[in-house]
């Protein structure tokens, strides 16, 4: 029996996920625009203050996507992470978790415009220190 569970699992959407994708189909795209602009915005954020880092930039232009992945001037992405949580403030993701050692995953949604704009600027101070700094 639990073998037909298994089976099924994987093939047939529950009767909630079917009903919020026939939801989502009915009201159409417009709510989402505004989301869609928000998240434009953060990202152009994120772009230009990043762009502006001696020794960092982002790979690719991160179309599709709600998050960076930053080149940083030190290789060890791990101890970067740490230390900007705790001297900064601000999470970020190692990019070896990503398969990408010496680089950073900087998530941009979810944040207002504000939360956002106040989040790089403090990711940007630790980026820009980094090039100084011995580990």
């Not at 101890?79 to 993701?93: F, G, K, S, Y």
């Not at 900087?106 to 939360?115: D, Q, R, S």
């Amino acid at each position: 029996s639990l073998l037909k569970v298994q089976d099924t699992i994987p093939i047939c959407p529950c009767i909630v996920s079917q009903r919020a994708a026939i939801a989502a189909l009915k009201a159409g795209s417009a709510w989402v625009q505004p989301l869609v602009a928000d998240l434009k915005q953060n990202r152009q954020v994120v772009l230009d203050a990043i762009a502006q880092v001696p020794g960092c930039h982002v790979l690719g232009q991160c179309q599709g996507a709600i998050y960076a992945m930053v080149k940083l001037p030190v290789e060890d992405d791990m101890r970067v992470v740490e230390w900007l949580a705790h001297t900064h403030h601000v999470a970020v993701i190692p990019g070896s978790a990503c398969g990408m050692p010496g680089h950073v995953r900087v998530a941009y949604a979810n944040l207002g415009l504000e939360e956002c704009q106040e989040a790089i600027k403090r990711l940007c101070q630790g980026l820009a220190e980094l090039k100084d700094k011995e580990w």
